[in-house]
C-alpha cells in the first residue's frame, strides 16, 4: 500500500500523485509497487526492499544523492503476551525530490503522523522530516521502557507470595524485550552519530541540534535499558531463591502436619490390635484414649510452634 502527503499551508494533505517535495508512505508494498517507485523517483531497488526484511539491521547508506536510514523502533508483541516488545525495521529514504518510508506493517510511528497526532513536519524540509522520525522512535522506545518497567512491578508483587515458576517465565520474557531494546537503541545510536558527521549530508544549525536532542534521548534509553536489565536479573535470581524458599516453608508445613496426624494413626492402631490393652476395662475408655490422643496432638503441635516449624 502507497500513501502520498505533502504540507501544504502548514497541513499535511493527501495526494494521488507524486509531487514535489511529497512525503511517500509505502506499508507492505507490493513488487509492482516497488519497481515504479524506485524508477520514477530514482531509487536504488534495494534501498526499498531491504527495510521489509524483519532482521534487517539498522544502518545507512548514501548513493547517487540519495540516502537510506534504516531504523528499529519498538513493536507491541500482539502474538506472544510472554514477550511484550519486539522490534521493526523502518526505511527512510531521501531523494531530492521526496522522502519515502518503507516498513513490512504499520506502525504508530508513522501513523501518527498520518492521522495528524504528532507536529506536523513539512515535507520539503526531507532531512528534518528523517530526524524527526528518529527523535520520536527515541521517545516511543523511552514510553515502552516506563511500561516494561511497570509490568516488572506488578509481577515482582505477585512473586512475593508465589511458589510457581510462571512469574519468572513473565520476568523471562520482558527481559528479552530488554535485549532487542539494547541491540536496537545502540545500533540506532550508531546510526544517527553517522548523520551527525557525514560530510555528504549538510544540516542546518537547526537540524543539527534536533538530532543531537535524540541521540541524548536514544542514549538515555539505552541507560534505562541496562539498568532495568540489570535489575531484572537480580530480580530473577532473587526471587528464584525466594520461590525455593516458599516452597520449603509449604514441605515444612505438611510435613509437621504430617507428623500430628500420625499420632491417632498410631494410637488407633494400637487399640485395633486383639490383645489386652490400658483402660479396656474401663466405661469411658473410648473417650480417655481421645482425650489422651487429642492431648499428644496438642503437644506435638506446640512443640512445632514453638521452634517455628509451623
Not at 490383645?275 to 482425650?291: D, G, K, N, T, Y
Amino acid at each position: 500500500m502507497i500513501v502520498i502527503r505533502k504540507t501544504i499551508d502548514g497541513k499535511l494533505s493527501p495526494l494521488d500523485h507524486l509531487d514535489f517535495d511529497c512525503w511517500i508512505n509505502m506499508i507492505n508494498p507490493s513488487q509492482e509497487e516497488l519497481q515504479r517507485i524506485s524508477v520514477l523517483l530514482g531509487v536504488p531497488l534495494d534501498y526499498l526492499t531491504d527495510p521489509l526484511d524483519a532482521d534487517e539491521r539498522a544502518r545507512i547508506e548514501y548513493e547517487d544523492g540519495v540516502l537510506l536510514l534504516v531504523i528499529r523502533v519498538p513493536l507491541e508483541n500482539e502474538g506472544d503476551a510472554r514477550v511484550p516488545y519486539l522490534t521493526l525495521p523502518i526505511g527512510v529514504v531521501i531523494t531530492p525530490t521526496a522522502v519515502i518510508t518503507v516498513c513490512r506493517s504499520s506502525h504508530d510511528l508513522v501513523t501518527a503522523l498520518l492521522n495528524g497526532r504528532t507536529r506536523i513536519v513539512d515535507t520539503a524540509e526531507r532531512m528534518r522530516f528523517a530526524i524527526h522520525l528518529m527523535q520520536r522512535t527515541s521517545l516511543m522506545y523511552l514510553h515502552c521502557l516506563k511500561d516494561i518497567n511497570r509490568r516488572s512491578d506488578i509481577i515482582e508483587q505477585r512473586l512475593q507470595a508465589s511458589t510457581r515458576n510462571q512469574e519468572l517465565i513473565d520476568l523471562l520474557g520482558i527481559e528479552k524485550s530488554l535485549v532487542y531494546f539494547a541491540t536496537s537503541l545502540k545500533a540506532n545510536d550508531i546510526i544517527m552519530d553517522k548523520v551527525l558527521r557525514m560530510r555528504s549530508v549538510q544540516l542546518n544549525e537547526d537540524e543539527s541540534d534536533l538530532l543531537e536532542d535524540a541521540i541524548t534521548e536514544n542514549r538515555q534509553a539505552i541507560g534505562m535499558t541496562n539498568i532495568y536489565s540489570d535489575i531484572l536479573s537480580g530480580t530473577m535470581d532473587a526471587f528464584a531463591s525466594i520461590i525455593s524458599n516458599n516452597m520449603n516453608t509449604v514441605m515444612k508445613f505438611l510435613t509437621g502436619f504430617t507428623i500430628i496426624m500420625m499420632i491417632p494413626n498410631i494410637i488407633s492402631g494400637i487399640y485395633g490390635m486383639n490383645i489386652p490393652l490400658p483402660f479396656q476395662a474401663e466405661a469411658h475408655a473410648f473417650s480417655i484414649v481421645s482425650a489422651i490422643t487429642a492431648g499428644a496432638c496438642v503437644l506435638a503441635w506446640l512443640v512445632f510452634v514453638k521452634k517455628r516449624w509451623l
